[in-house]
């Protein structure tokens, strides 16, 4: 997916670019639970890495965003900065712990044991993000 892309392509609104869901929005909620610096993040999920870029600019140590859609982490790749992407299944990815986790609208995707152990390697952030529709 080209950074221009349409609305309707879009998942993440944010870096200018407006998307279908207000990310700036679902970030401010999740940090209002997290008290002090985030630490290493690692964003499930990711899309358009809007989430990661907004973890960047609140001072994040170290940010990893992944994504199943190559089209979405190659958009991330080029309009995130100080963010790692790689096209990953977060259901197999694994990996070392993470201050903090983000489950941005994935959870219901993962199903409970890949759920639990993503759960499990937040050392000290889960910020777990539900839309009702």
Known sequence: MAAGASVSERYQTG?????????AAWYEALRKGIDGPLGDVIDIGCAE?????????DGAERVVGID???????????TVQGATFAVADATTYDGEYWRTVICSQIIHWLGREAAVRWFRKAS????????LA
């Open 15 to 23: 870096l200018g670019v407006q998307g279908v869901f207000d990310t």
């Open 49 to 57: 890495g809007v989430m990661c870029a907004l973890a960047v600019a």
């Open 68 to 78: 199943l859609d190559p089209e979405r982490i190659a958009t991330a790749r080029a």
């Open 124 to 131: 000290r952030n889960l910020a777990v993000v539900f839309r």
